[in-house]
């Protein structure tokens, strides 16, 4: 009963003055890591809609898409978030690779989307106050796209979580990854099946406690 | 024919971030690949790219980029202090930055201490250069 008047207190006055902090949140990584997957995931769980068009065609988001006032509950606590979805960041993009999917024209206009879609990636790196990096984890986690994303989001001293992406394929594995970075927190999670979330958000709480 | 070149620091040193960028990309667009000494910074990287996205048009694809480096994870205090000296001195001159374009280099692939390149061939194949 307490409980209940007590969280009806904090909703009622965080309401009247507006002080409920937004924690700006991005998630970065290479094409096809699994960003949108993970970021509808938890526009789902918790707000009930998803956010990102998803497909298996790389550069699929190519535009930054935000889904304000995110409220994420664990073992009493709660944290609100903009949930920002990015396009993620590649250093190469060529519209040959995506002919196998659509005619010429369509892929050149996608290529060039796509290259604008990096640009805004990178620029929106000040903006965010915290990062969760996302990482095929059946893939080579030494790639440089997570090198620079990890490197610059450490010379700006934004939190950062890395998720470990695609645990449920055979090739997945978190280890490998937890190797290349061992000064991060690392949580492997398939956001397609919603694979270990309850770690995710707990480790989520421990950093922006 | 494949070209490479190498950029010592003291080429880069005086250089800013601009300046730096427009060096490396010049060369990678002449379709040779770059062997630097030392790294960018982390900021100089990500401009790197974002520079790479505005120039991508039907003759340059972008670029396949790496750095190796010496981790200082397991080095006594006092070989830190003294390599942190000579890096405030000197600069930092510690490791090694590969960038090339995507239409000459296929992959990179890299571990710690090993960079495996991966090269388009006539006959299409990859081809692997290790260093």
Redo the contacts between chains.
Sequence with gaps: MLKLITEYLQSFFSQLFGSKKKIKLGFYGAPNAGKSTLANRICKDWVGEELSTVSKIPHETRNINIKESVTVKHKGKELTFNVVDTPGIATKIDYEDFLKFMNKSEAKVRAKEATKGVIESIKWLDNMDGVVVVLDSTLNPYSQVNITVIGNLAARKIPVLLAANKIDMKKGSVKKVEAAFPQYKVVGISAEKGTNMEEFYSSLFKIFK | MLTLQFVPYSDMEALNTDERIKKLLGIVKSKSIVMMQGRL???E??KL??E???Q?DKDF???????IYPEDKEMEAVRKIKKEFFRFVLGNRDGMTIVGP?TVIKE?????NKIQLYTFSKDSKKSKRRR
Excluded: F, L, N
């Design positions: 910074k982390p900021a990287e990500s790219i974002q790479t996205m505005e991508i694809k972008g670029i396949e980029i790496c750095t995507s990179i692939k890299r571990d710690p």
